[in-house]
């Protein structure tokens, strides 16, 4: 029998979310700027039959401008945003969680959609989460279903839930804005915005260019940085009965990765993730040099949304999309390796038969296999390792809604093409004593591989009402084919198909009165098989089956004039758990040969119940309260491939809390914030310390960290050579705690110092 864990940290902060309700208090919290023509949510979600929470303007004031728009979603209900970096500047270790559902290196079971377009995958490898398309500055809000999610959401990761960030829309004003952020670890930003106003009596549109960078958190000197370059414009027309609007976003990024750690490195150290911050020509050293462990990614995303207004009853959209990403990948492996065929022959190309690593050549530039007793004569070599990212896709979202008497018929269909390539090569360090400049030209190219993918999905949904009832039914499915051409080896080509059963979903929300109503919800959720799977030497995908997961929800929302209230209990049966079996290691560094990092496995069923809360309440003028609360527990259902029955699974909080109290004023703002995360295991895939065996362990210690925000807003009028000036201050981890941020089962995220930053922003 599952059970929750309750402190009295958790008891309290309960008690502080139903006192207002007792008080018997009143809610009608606007809690985004209200812009034209986007709906305005409260943070406790629409009404909806399943459960969803949005972030409003004030979880931007807790965030640095510099900050990752992933963030945003961190308090919300049951969402736990782990990252390694002091301002989200990692892609290799951004970890979310999710009711016991993760994004994270090994695995993608979180939808993302950008204004409802599919981001193409989260993976790290050839993945794009929702920070290479958006400046917070451009978010309207973000919207997450926890659990279930809009039965039109087009994504092939969402088995337990969808996050949608929604950017804002251009100003019917023209005018423009500059700001400039300055802040820890050599922090700094440039961004600019230009909204020209109505054009042509019919379209708005703005142009935004933000240019960032920061160095890690970690060592100091040559410890690495983030550089960031990133665009986006957006245009809406309203013609009569059609409105048009079209989006484009550019974002080209060079993070240096930051290096996972266990527990026991945690507690020695938890200021140093074991990379290094100077060169010192000792390769072995080197491979942890900070400045060679690398994200580069560039992604470019356009999309095209009309809507039609048919008749008052008919209503229809069509939205095409492109995507656009290159990227690269790398390390400093210790070595040089000499592959060779079948015959002993030295090849350039493919795996081969053997591969034999060296560190050294001899006068004549020939490798030197094998230890040598001397190497005074000899050179030391390395390698500077490029795994290459390729992606391509091209796709159409379409929507139709009939109302018809008390019927809201809802159909559409889903349709992508996708080609990514992947390629691996090597590069010899010119002088490993000097720096990693590596020649240009690969000695060694280890895979290249092409990988296809086509999706269909297809939706239909009645929405049923019955005077203060309302009945949900849907009914989507996926078809999704994949496959791979191995352009070394055709014997490694493959396909798979990973298509859906029928999946349905039910759903009642009951108004009990203005202000209260309660909601039901079944569905099922899908997770396709990934293209990942296939690129994986000697997998046996064919034993692979695809994720599934059967999500039940009750929950009740309370609008009022000053208070927004929601409570949802949740149980899910999460089937066919597919993860990523740890990459070896060897004396705690990778294992560069590997072509994926890790085997693909089934480790059987996951059952999750919980509960989670929110709170949005205006108890004053100026003054407001938001506060989450969730509570989790996810065990194994099955013992199979190391993981046992009734054990917790890994990496997944069980209890959290977060509370925020904002002012502001119109002039003035200022707020504080605190989450509270409990105790919880980090790992669970059994281990064996002698004779005995060990299955939940690495207890990660809780933590509760603070952040605050201040600012000024000052209108100078429109005679002034400005029109009006704001100033910001944001402090994130105000006590300076060292704590595990996130990470995956068995290597976890040092959560960052103390970090400050500060903004001024001109509009004109």
């Not at 049951?78 to 270790?93: C, E, L, S």
């Not at 081969?352 to 007793?373: C, F, H, K, Q, W």
């Not at 109290?661 to 605190?674: F, Q």
Request: glycine share 8%; charged share 20%.
């Amino acid at each position: 029998m599952r059970h929750f864990r309750l402190k009295a940290t958790t008891l309290a902060i309960a008690g502080i979310l139903s006192a207002p309700l007792l008080a018997q208090q009143s809610n009608a919290n606007e809690n985004i700027s209200n812009e034209s023509d986007i709906e305005v949510l409260s943070v406790v979600g629409k009404r909806v039959s399943y459960a969803n929470n949005s972030t409003d303007n004030n979880s931007k004031q807790l965030q640095p401008a510099i900050g990752n728009v992933l963030d945003l979603v961190d308090a919300l209900p049951g969402v736990n945003v782990g990252q390694g970096d002091a301002f989200g500047g990692d892609d290799y270790t951004t970890t979310i969680s999710l009711r016991g559902f993760v994004i994270d290196r090994a695995d993608q079971q979180l939808g993302i959609t950008v204004d409802g377009v599919p981001n193409g995958g989260s993976a790290y490898a050839g993945g794009s989460k929702a920070n290479r398309y958006l400046d917070s500055e451009n978010t309207q809000y973000v919207e997450v279903g926890q659990g279930s999610a809009d039965i039109a959401s087009a994504s092939l990761d969402a088995l337990g839930g969808t996050l949608n960030f929604v950017s804002n829309n251009p100003l019917a004003d023209k005018g423009a804005k500059a700001a400039y952020s300055s802040g820890s670890n050599n922090a700094r930003r440039y961004f600019a915005r230009f909204d020209t106003g109505l054009l042509f009596d019919h379209t708005t549109a703005y142009f935004s260019l933000s240019d960032s960078f920061a160095n890690r958190w970690i060592g100091s000197g040559s410890n690495g940085a983030t550089e960031r370059l990133h665009a986006e414009a957006k245009s809406i027309t309203e013609l009569d009965k059609v409105r048009i609007t079209a989006r484009l976003s550019y974002d080209d990024a060079n993070e240096d990765n930051y290096d996972y750690r266990s527990l026991e490195q945690f507690r020695q150290n938890p200021h140093w993730d074991g990379l290094t911050s100077a060169w010192t020509g000792d390769p072995d050293i080197d491979q942890n040099f900070a400045e060679a462990w690398s994200t580069l990614r560039e992604n470019t995303l356009l999309h095209v949304k009309t809507e039609f207004d048919i008749t008052e009853q008919l209503e229809a959209d069509i939205t095409p999309y492109l995507h656009w990403q290159n990227g690269r990948g790398d390390w400093l492996p210790p070595y040089q390796v000499y592959a060779v065929d079948s015959n002993g022959q030295l090849i350039s190309k493919g795996n081969g038969a053997e591969r034999i690593t060296y560190n050294y050549i001899d006068a004549n530039g020939r490798p030197v296999l094998g230890s040598p007793e001397d190497s005074s004569a000899l050179t030391r070599v390395s390698s500077y390792r490029h795994t290459h990212y390729e992606k391509q896709r091209y796709g159409v979202t379409a929507n139709l809604q009939w109302t018809l008497a008390q019927h809201q018929i809802r159909a559409g269909i889903w349709l992508e093409q996708q080609e990514r390539s992947q390629i691996r090569d090597w590069h010899k360090v010119i002088d490993p004593k000097v720096y990693h400049y590596f020649d240009q030209t690969p000695y060694w190219v280890q895979f290249d591989d092409d990988y296809d993918q086509d999706v269909v999905k297809y939706y239909l949904q009645d929405q049923i009402s019955f005077g203060d009832l309302q009945l949900n039914l849907g009914l989507q499915q996926y078809l999704i084919d994949i496959s791979r051409t191995d352009n070394f080896d055709a014997s490694n080509n493959g396909k798979l198909d990973s298509d859906s059963d029928l999946l349905p979903s039910l759903g009642l929300v009951y108004r009990l009165t203005d202000t209260l109503e309660a909601f039901a919800g079944y569905s099922e959720n899908f997770k396709a098989i990934p293209d990942t799977i296939l690129n994986t030497a000697g997998q046996d995908f064919a034993q692979l089956e695809a994720e599934t997961a059967e999500n039940y929800e009750l929950g009740i929302r309370y609008f009022g004039e000053t208070l927004n209230l929601s409570a949802t209990y949740y149980s899910i049966d999460f089937n066919n758990r597919i993860t990523l079996l740890a990459y070896e290691e060897i004396d705690d560094l990778p294992d560069y040969l590997t072509e994926l990092d890790g085997t693909f496995v089934n480790v059987g069923g996951v059952e999750s119940d919980g509960f989670e809360a929110s709170l949005d309440w205006r108890f004053a003028q100026n003054w407001s309260l938001t506060s989450s609360l969730t509570l989790n527990s996810s065990e194994y259902s099955e013992t199979i491939n190391g993981y046992r029955a009734g054990d917790k699974v890994a990496a997944i909080p069980e209890q959290m809390l977060a509370s925020a109290l904002h002012y502001n004023d119109g002039h003035y703002r200022a707020g504080i914030s605190a989450k509270y995360t409990g105790e919880y295991y980090g790992a669970a895939k059994r281990s064996t310390s002698g004779d005995v065996s060990v299955w939940n362990r690495d207890d990660i210690p809780s933590s509760v960290i603070w952040n605050a925000y201040f600012g000024y807003q000052h209108d100078l009028g429109n005679n002034a050579m400005f029109r009006s000036a704001d100033l910001a201050l944001t402090l994130n981890n105000i006590t300076d705690k060292a704590y595990i941020s996130g990470g995956q089962e068995g290597a976890y995220l040092l959560g960052a110092d103390r970090t400050v930053s500060f903004s001024v922003a001109l509009s004109f």
